[in-house]
Structure formats: structure tokens, C-alpha cells
T-cell receptor
Framework: GQNIDQPTEMTATEGAIVQINCTYQTSGFNGLFWYQQHAGEAPTFLSYNVLDGLEEKGRFSSFLSRSKGYSYLLLKELQMKDSASYLCAGASGGSYIPTFGRGTSLIVHP | NAGVTQTPKFQVLKTGQSMTLQCAQDMNHEYMSWYRQDPGMGLRLIHYSVGAGITDQGEVPNGYNVSRSTTEDFPLRLLSAAPSQTSVYFC???????????FGEGSRLTVL
């Protein structure tokens, strides 16, 4: 599996931009997922990156650098409802088994 | 659209009791998996299956058994529950190797 590392907690202001970083081991790496998880709920899919570069989806964008073993999730125009845990997951091996990081708890305040 | 259905949503067990967490999906997904989520530990893979009749261990398999007799169902069995198995359990499936995981709503298990 992958060694996934991401910050434990971040805070930001409504309307601002926040970047959540994720680093991973590059050996056997196939792709990088981001999921959002609100308290008491199941994770839901946000993005998947397999090639280097930035993928944009509305207010959310995800970036990947395979050579550096680095990804980030960029959230723009933050809303209170974006307060959640953001999970980085690396897929590896022939079966693309996802390994999750510990998650970053994002708190958005007014 | 049912997606991934887990039962029960809540369960309290005494140490040494056994139980089965049920997971069913109606999306014809080959890949199914079980995770546990503990505070500060993220999602950790218990067991997974890449198709009917095929199962394999994940990161934390001890104390848990699985079977995959059909494409739809992937039950997780605790043979002799321990307090260390108090956790929230998520079942997840996906349609292809680079596809997203679809999660069930979770099962909150407390072992006293």
C-alpha cells in the first residue's frame, strides 16, 4: 500500500481559498483520489488524478505531480457547507487497491 | 437507486459475541471492500474482493472473516468481538479499477 500523509486540521474563512496537500509513496502508484466526508456520513467522491496536472470541477480542483509524489485539493469560494473531512487515497498495485490517509478536517468559519 | 446497503446501522455487542455485518450492492460491481474508521486513523482496509469467490486481506484483517458467494453480497463476520473492534465500518464497491468507491452509510459497532 501507500504511505499517505496529509495535515490533520485546517481552518479557513468563508469565501476564501484553501489548499489541502497530500504526499504519497511513488512506488506502485496508479492514481490519486480525493473524497469528502461530512461528520456522521459516508465519504463521497470528489476527484481522481492519474496524470500530472490540474483537474478542475467547479469550485474544486485537484492537482497531481507523479514525480514528486504530491497532490493537492484546492477549494475556492469556500462555503460553510465545505466544513468536512477531506480524504486523500492512493491507488496501487494491479488491483488498484486504495489506501487512505488519515484525513484533513477543514473548518470554515464566517 | 439503492447503491450500497449496509445493515445494521448500529449494534452493541458484548466481548466474545459474534455477529455479521451485511453489505449488498445492486450496481453489478466486481470489487467490494470493508473499511473501519477510527478517530484520527482514517479509513483502514480490512478485507476486499475482486469478484465472486475471491477475497483477500487488507491492512487490518485480524478478527474478521469475509466471503463472496455472489456478486451482490459481501458480509463481514466478527467471530469473537473484542473492545478493540469498536469502530465505524464502511462497505464500499466500485465498477472498474480506476473508478470511484461507492460507500454504504456505515455501521457503528460498540463492543463492551
Amino acid at each position: 500500500g501507500q504511505n499517505i500523509d496529509q495535515p490533520t486540521e485546517m481552518t479557513a474563512t468563508e469565501g476564501a481559498i484553501v489548499q489541502i496537500n497530500c504526499t504519497y509513496q511513488t512506488s506502485g502508484f496508479n492514481g490519486l483520489f480525493w473524497y469528502q466526508q461530512h461528520a456522521g456520513e459516508a465519504p463521497t467522491f470528489l476527484s481522481y488524478n492519474v496524470l500530472d496536472g490540474l483537474e478542475e470541477k467547479g469550485r474544486f480542483s485537484s492537482f497531481l505531480s507523479r514525480s514528486k509524489g504530491y497532490s493537492y485539493l484546492l477549494l475556492k469560494e469556500l462555503q460553510m457547507k465545505d466544513s468536512a473531512s477531506y480524504l486523500c487515497a492512493g491507488a496501487s498495485g494491479g488491483s488498484y487497491i486504495p489506501t487512505f490517509g488519515r484525513g484533513t478536517s477543514l473548518i470554515v468559519h464566517p | 437507486n439503492a447503491g450500497v446497503t449496509q445493515t445494521p446501522k448500529f449494534q452493541v455487542l458484548k466481548t466474545g459475541q459474534s455477529m455479521t455485518l451485511q453489505c449488498a450492492q445492486d450496481m453489478n460491481h466486481e470489487y467490494m471492500s470493508w473499511y473501519r474508521q477510527d478517530p484520527g486513523m482514517g479509513l483502514r482496509l480490512i478485507h476486499y474482493s475482486v469478484g465472486a469467490g475471491i477475497t483477500d486481506q487488507g491492512e487490518v484483517p485480524n478478527g474478521y472473516n469475509v466471503s463472496r458467494s455472489t456478486t451482490e453480497d459481501f458480509p463481514l463476520r466478527l467471530l469473537s468481538a473484542a473492545p478493540s473492534q469498536t469502530s465505524v465500518y464502511f462497505c464500499a464497491s466500485r465498477g472498474h479499477p480506476q473508478g470511484e468507491l461507492f460507500f454504504g452509510e456505515g455501521s457503528r459497532l460498540t463492543v463492551l
